[in-house]
């Protein structure tokens, strides 16, 4: 089993400039998660879906959106990169909340 | 304000040895107290998890205590081993799917 897996690994992006952050995963969990992950701080949630066909913000929504396209896949869009979206991204998912969440391996994303 | 701090910010031990790290916190109230390990480039791996009446849980050369008194946890590693070296996170679920971590330790464990 992959696990939870993220695409890309890396990526550069000029401001102003938009992509989708990609995520599987093939657990068969109801719930996933996207964060951000700066340095010196804790991960900070952006959005999460409880289950298919339901989003909610996080601590950090703002710049961002998110789409549960079905129950294994969960995608994070940037409409216009900005400098301050430089950072490291993981999607996580887990059975239902508060049980453990399993983590992508990340997505370092730099805006320039 | 929930917070959570974490001690030391980063530590450098010698292969075999132990040692200790700390998490400092103000989150109340929470369900459970997670400790993850995070590999450089990696995401983060669920080490142990304790709800808010457990005071120790152990998996393996891991062992995380809780004491509710202090407002602290420990994540205690024994015979340390070189692939030990990562950071370490804890982090709290207050309820529903909202989860704060900790910015974590940075071990680095040397032959």
């Known amino acids: 089993n992959a696990g939870v897996t993220q695409t890309p690994k890396f990526q550069v992006l000029k401001t102003g400039q938009s992509m989708t952050l990609q995520c599987a995963q093939d657990?068969?969990?109801?719930?996933m998660y996207w964060y951000r992950q700066d340095p010196g701080m804790g991960l900070r949630l952006i959005y999460y879906?409880?289950?298919?066909?339901?989003?909610d913000k996080g601590e950090v929504p703002n710049g961002y959106n998110v789409s549960r396209l079905n129950k294994r896949e969960f995608s994070l869009r940037l409409e216009s990169a900005a400098p301050s979206q430089t950072s490291v991204y993981f999607c996580?998912?887990?059975?239902?909340?508060?049980?453990?969440?399993?983590f992508g391996q990340g997505t370092r994303l730099t805006v320039v | 304000k929930n917070q959570v701090e974490q001690s030391p910010q980063s530590l450098i031990i010698l292969e075999g040895k132990n040692c200790t790290l700390q998490?400092?916190?103000?989150?109340?109230?929470?369900?459970?107290l997670r400790w993850y390990k995070q590999d450089t480039g990696r995401g983060p791996v669920s080490l142990t998890i304790?709800?808010?009446?457990?005071n120790t849980k152990s998996n393996g050369r891991y062992t995380a205590t809780l004491d509710a008194d202090t407002k602290q946890s420990s994540l205690h590693i024994t015979a340390s081993q070189l692939s030990d070296s990562a950071s370490y996170i804890c982090?709290?679920?207050?309820?529903?799917?909202?989860?704060?971590f900790g910015a974590g330790t940075r071990l680095f464990v040397k032959a």
């Open positions: 996580a998912s887990s059975d239902q909340k508060n049980t453990e969440a399993f």
């Open positions: 982090v709290f679920s207050t309820g529903g799917f909202k989860t704060i």
């Open positions: 879906s409880a289950s298919e066909g339901t989003t």
């Open positions: 998490c400092n916190y103000t989150v109340s109230p929470f369900s459970n």
């Open positions: 304790m709800t808010f009446s457990e």
């Open positions: 657990m068969n969990h109801n719930s």
